[in-house]
């Protein structure tokens, strides 16, 4: 078992950064690919970014290449995703998901609960 808690959504100008890091409690975080998703009203689930087990793999929707990047520290639990050049669109909520990382969300076996990105004009 997996329990991701994402962290460090907030408010921030268009042309801001965010960072977001997601707390992974349980034995089996290294063993799992992570993901990042977003959600915004009246949306669909959106892919952003996945990366292996080691890292060795990233991956990366075109909405966000060259302004996300997605890590991790294993030693640590932990999950990030590096927002820079927010833009309006970027409004959402953020989830972590521990699994198969890929780009479609019903390959991820654990989520969290969400954090909330808001990036005004």
């Known amino acids: 078992q997996v329990q991701l808690v994402e962290s460090g959504g907030g408010l921030v100008q268009a042309g801001g950064s965010l960072r977001l890091s997601c707390a992974a409690s349980?034995?089996?975080?290294?063993?799992?690919?992570m993901g990042w998703f977003r959600q915004a009203p009246g949306k669909e689930r959106e892919f952003l970014a996945s990366?292996?087990?080691?890292?060795?793999?990233?991956y990366y929707a075109d909405s966000v290449k060259g302004r996300f990047t997605i890590s991790r520290d294993n030693a640590k639990n932990t999950g990030y995703l590096q927002m820079n050049s927010l833009k309006p669109e970027d409004t959402a909520v953020y989830y972590c998901?521990?699994?198969?990382?890929?780009?479609?969300?019903?390959?991820?076996?654990?989520w969290g609960q969400g954090t909330q990105v808001t990036v005004s004009s």
């Open positions: 998901a521990a699994g198969v990382p890929t780009s479609t969300w019903s390959q991820y076996d654990y």
């Open positions: 349980g034995r089996t975080f290294s063993s799992n690919g």
């Open positions: 990366i292996s087990r080691t890292s060795d793999s990233t």
